[in-house]
């Protein structure tokens, strides 16, 4: 079990839905020292891959892909779900649906950000089918830049978005990669 799968199986919790509520440390409060290390593996990972910038999209994805940029030396942009008036330039938009919220919005970012010479590393707190991944790689099509990569902190597996993303032939890496959550508990792949 990694240092991840650890903290995961000692404060994660499993609700309705097969979702996985981990707001002790990833989604609501913080572990700035977790996601440091989570940062370090990412940059790690991708290091050779001549990466220019990190995207992410709020708010989770947000943390860990700050620490990321900050291992790779890189910007770290990240789409937001709601246009706010201080986004006054050109911007890429596109539909994404909330695997938690259960609604599409339009998410966007300032097309100066990403030109078609940037290598793009895409970083979310998680995958589930692959929606937010997807729309993140739009944005960045949009704007003629490649997707060098996608980290993801936690994978759910038994979902449908590691096989939708590798059939659009992008490179996946996640932390924790869970295969269950079947009766309340968290299984992970490399356990099966
Ligand atoms: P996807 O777009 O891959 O279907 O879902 C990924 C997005 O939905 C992530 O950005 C994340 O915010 C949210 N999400 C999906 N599954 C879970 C989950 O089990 N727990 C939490 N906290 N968020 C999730």
Redesign the pocket.
Known sequence: MNFLEKRIQQEGSV?DG??????QF??HQVDAQLMQKIGEEFAAKFQAKNITKVIT?EA??IAPAVFTGLSLGVPVIFARKQKSVTMEDELLCTE?????KKVTSTVSISSKFLTPTDNVLVI????????????LSELCQKAGATVTGIGIV?E?SF?S?RELLEKAGFDVYSLARIAS?ENQQVQFLTEK
Do not use: H
Request: avoid cysteine; charged fraction near 15%.
């Open positions: 609700l097969n979702v996985l509520k981990v707001d990833l989604t999209i989770s994805g994404v649906y909330s695997y938690t979310d707190d998680f995958l589930a089918n692959g929606q937010a991944a997807l729309g936690i759910k979902q978005g959550l």
